[in-house]
């Protein structure tokens, strides 16, 4: 096991890249723009996959599934959403192959053309609120409250594992609802849900905000994110949640009879995390040995790996592992006894840091005479000797405080690099030699945003849900700004 | 809520199509041949998906992804496979589209052409074993035990929903062995899981078998398979597990270095499930007044309706009721107390009915003076008066007698509906009149077995694994034969 990874301090984003391939994550695939999600990383998106299920459902969602193609003409209905989704996709036109006679390789059979062609889906808006069209007619049939789980694909020119392939796997919930506020407490309601899960389950802390127009979903009136901070100062958006209004309702002549008896359009929301959200996790918390993983994350949260000469020697270090695994599962905690005898522990030790392990505890016969095991904690790469005896709670109470510690570490991380800028010279020279989150002023026109972006590369990322009033003037024209806005280059 | 189900024996098939629309499962969508799964039909796919995915677990086995998108060339790699599966599919070939400048309509851009065409997944044995390949070197990378959630295109002309639709959503497990052995030990077990799953879990009696050649899958050395009975005789192929050779090591060279130090070809299986599942769930175990669902896939297991009048009976009523609901879900079954204001009870009772709520529990004014409550099943339609007191473990018993007596009443339907002919004229009178599995003596030649469907629409289902040694003279050529085979008309 030849980790040799590029540091983060060379190559940010070679370190990136080797990380996800050697961790075994995910790989490209023989599909320009399409990813192979391997076991390990597909592990780690079923557990980020469930725990948002979980609050889905808690919240009162459901899910359910619509169709992978959407005939083109859908998207021609709501005016901006063609615009920003229909363009870059991927287009069925026909539905079969055949012979041909005279190189008798297979090729697209031109009498199979079909009448209208088919888009893959970029997101579902069209199809579905197509399809609500049908579940409402009443009062009594809202709020609706749907989920999906799918695969979407934007054709992409560059692509990067997670970060951005053409294929991803995602969520989209798409609810109805009666009333404008209801629309809005929800699409708050699901920013909250991923902040909550963005800090509390995966470690990473995030900022709360709305996007600036340029930066909003196409279709929305209001779209809320969470912005996070990768370690190279750029950011990421991690999460976000659209509030509608009724222009889907309107599309696709989506209307209700309400309680006082008029017909009415309904309001909606749209809200969607991607696997996206794998890339955020490796680039919040990895290290230059490999991928670092909160242990609510990790598939393996515990590993115990024999040092031993001889048959006889791993014998005996096997009664005490396995009596140790059994204590631990008890616990609820994962753990693997890797008694290979086809790989060295060292070897086995670099593996399991590369793959972000959370603990490692070493058994050898000298541990067995003490009555002690070695454990090591991936996240400070810290080693101590604990008594073999309690040792479950011990191990237990320190997966907790590893999963605070990286969220404090991220925390700190962010706070460090969180700037203020309070004149145009001063925002470039953050932008351009310090990166991380600026809060800076902005006379709040489409056309300033613009001309920051093509001067720096750095877009607005939110207006900050808690920001506070404030006086002054905006870094670029110098016209009046209520309020700072977070600026950064981004993923 | 006017139900009013076309009856199985009015028309079967239209019986099926009402039910699994009026039932709220699924619906037919805007696109030709895909369907949309409803949230209520979605729950039980779900609660289907989590208990084979564990059985998938706890036989060693892990997800993965890989992508929607294969390149035509792929197909070609494998002659049978492309046979079978490249014909009628969805195909890709272009990535772009553009405002038409004279209509204003978006057009696909025939500037984005894509250099080959991409085909939207049939099955993923090609792009999975192209992967393969760089994951294969050595004996110690073996086996390779992967399994995938995934969405797949089949273009069919007439769909059914469920049974055949153009997109449907199933898994497909894909390993890799070192030795033949090994992989056909692979290919039975994963039928066994099947068949067990199936009759454990969704109550639906299966007969074990092989398919004969001309069944067999595109690509497979031999085909397993679990055959299951549908109320109108006809069979329903539920699953099946392939032992693939090395047909697809070779095509995508993928070799390894054995223990010996020589390198070969690797040895393969797949097998799938899909939501084909769903019709069967519907066809084995359904009747006139709508869904019955064995208690392990409902996912409102017991539903409580209040029977009252004015809100000081509702009131008494809902405190009995709550008692109930908590009592229920200590004991982890799903329990929904319908105290809608909205709805009477004759329209609650319906719905439940259709929805195949597997027990009603109805609460009284009367029923609270007297300490019982009113329980009806839906397998039976009894109803009964139960003492509130120690309410939740007779449920509890019920729901398990419920699971076996669905599991023994599809059994019996199958007995009942399973023939031995001796003839031609036997034969074609049974499969005629009476339908059902026809045990009979075929030659074992594919000449025969496709002589026999032209003229009588059934099929060989399968050779079933326990089937007897017995000399006999094929029904149709008279010439000898060893052993019975399964024929039946099929979906």
Not at 335 to 346: E, I, L, M, Q, S
Request: aromatic share 10%; with cysteine.
């Amino acid at each position: 096991m030849a980790k040799h990874l590029t540091t983060r301090k060379q190559d940010y984003s070679k370190w990136y890249n080797e990380l996800v391939v050697k961790a075994d994550l995910a790989q490209n695939s023989g599909v320009r723009g399409s990813m192979v999600i391997k076991p390990y990383g597909y592990a780690i998106w079923e557990k980020l996959q469930q725990e948002l299920d979980r609050r889905f459902k808690e919240t009162g969602h459901e899910n359910a599934y619509f169709p992978l193609f959407i005939p083109k003409s859908y998207f021609n209905k709501e005016a901006s959403h063609v615009e920003g989704f229909a363009k870059e996709c991927a287009v069925v036109t026909h539905y079969r192959l055949k012979n041909d006679p005279v190189s008798k390789d297979i090729i697209v059979d031109p009498d199979a053309k079909l009448e209208e062609e088919l888009i893959v889906r970029p997101t579902s808006e069209t199809i579905i609120w197509d399809t609500y069209r049908d579940w409402i007619q009443s009062y009594r049939d809202l709020p609706i409250l749907v989920n999906q789980w799918a695969n979407v694909v934007r054709w992409e020119m560059r692509t990067r594992l997670f970060l951005r392939t053409s294929e991803f796997l995602w969520q989209e919930g798409h609810t109805a609802h009666a009333t404008e506020q209801e629309a809005i407490e929800e699409a708050e309601q699901m920013m909250n849900v991923y902040a909550d899960f963005a800090e509390k389950f995966m470690a990473i802390p995030v900022i709360k905000g709305v996007k600036s127009v340029n930066e909003r979903f196409a279709g929305a009136i209001e779209t809320y994110c969470i912005e996070a901070l990768m370690q190279d100062g750029k950011a990421l958006q991690a999460g976000t949640s659209h509030f509608l209004g009724q222009n889907f309702a309107k599309a696709f002549d989506v209307k209700f009879q309400d309680q006082d008896g008029k017909v009415k359009h309904v309001w909606a929301t749209s809200w969607g995390v991607s696997t996206r959200l794998m890339g955020a996790l490796v680039m919040t918390h990895s290290d230059d040995n490999g991928l670092v993983l909160p242990p609510n994350l990790a598939p393996i949260q515990v590993v115990i790996v024999p040092i031993y000469k001889g048959m006889e020697e791993l014998e005996r270090v096997s009664v005490v592992a396995n009596e140790i695994v059994a204590e631990l599962r008890a616990l609820g905690i994962s753990v693997k006894f890797d008694n290979r005898d086809t790989y060295k522990p060292g070897w086995k030790f670099n593996e399991y840091e590369l793959k972000g392990v959370p603990i490692r505890i070493a058994i050898g016969p000298r541990d067995l005479e003490k009555g002690v095991v070695e454990v090591a904690r991936r996240d400070t790469l810290e080693k101590e000797s604990l008594a073999t005896q309690g040792l479950g709670g011990k191990i237990k109470n320190l997966l907790t405080q590893m999963q605070q510690n990286l969220y404090q570490k991220a925390l700190d991380f962010r706070e460090e690099n969180t700037h203020r800028a309070d004149s145009w010279e001063e925002f470039v020279d953050i932008i351009e030699n310090k990166a991380g989150f600026v809060y800076a002023h902005w006379d709040g026109t489409p056309e300033t945003e613009e001309e920051i972006k093509t001067k720096t590369k750095a877009t607005i990322r939110c207006i900050p849900l808690d920001a506070k009033k404030e006086i002054g003037k905006c870094i670029l024209t110098g016209k009046p700004s209520e309020r700072r806005v977070v600026f950064a280059r981004a993923y």
